[in-house]
């Protein structure tokens, strides 16, 4: 079992920045990739970026050029910086571990409790 814990998140202004964490604990040495999803109000989660353990990224189109995913292995802690951040981005963002095969990213980890990222004037 990968555990994952999430924080950093809260209400920023329209335009604003924020960085979000993710500390694993566990059978991490399954994983070859993590990834980070959020989920809006009323809207499925979706998969907003990915990172492979050689440092390989993926972005969403909605937010590629403002949002960067990062890894610090020797931490075992995952990130999300936010940058221009808009309302539209208002969501749960979750991180979650996984495996990259191919160039597509599947979740084996269970989902964490989330971190809340209001973006609001």
């Known amino acids: 079992q990968v555990q994952l814990v999430e924080s950093g998140g809260g209400l920023v202004q329209p335009g604003g920045s924020l960085r979000l964490s993710c500390a694993a604990s566990?059978?991490?040495?399954?994983?070859?990739?993590m990834g980070w999803y959020r989920q809006a109000p009323g809207k499925q989660r979706e998969l907003v970026a990915t990172i492979t353990s050689g440092g390989t990224t993926n972005y969403a189109d909605s937010v590629k050029g403002r949002f960067t995913i990062s890894r610090d292995n020797a931490k075992n802690t995952l990130y999300l910086q936010m940058n221009s951040l808009q309302p539209e981005d208002t969501a749960v963002y979750y991180c979650s571990g996984g495996i990259n095969h191919n160039g597509a990213y599947s979740r084996i980890s269970t989902w964490g409790q989330g971190t809340q990222v209001t973006v609001s004037s």
């Open positions: 566990g059978s991490i040495f399954r994983l070859n990739a």
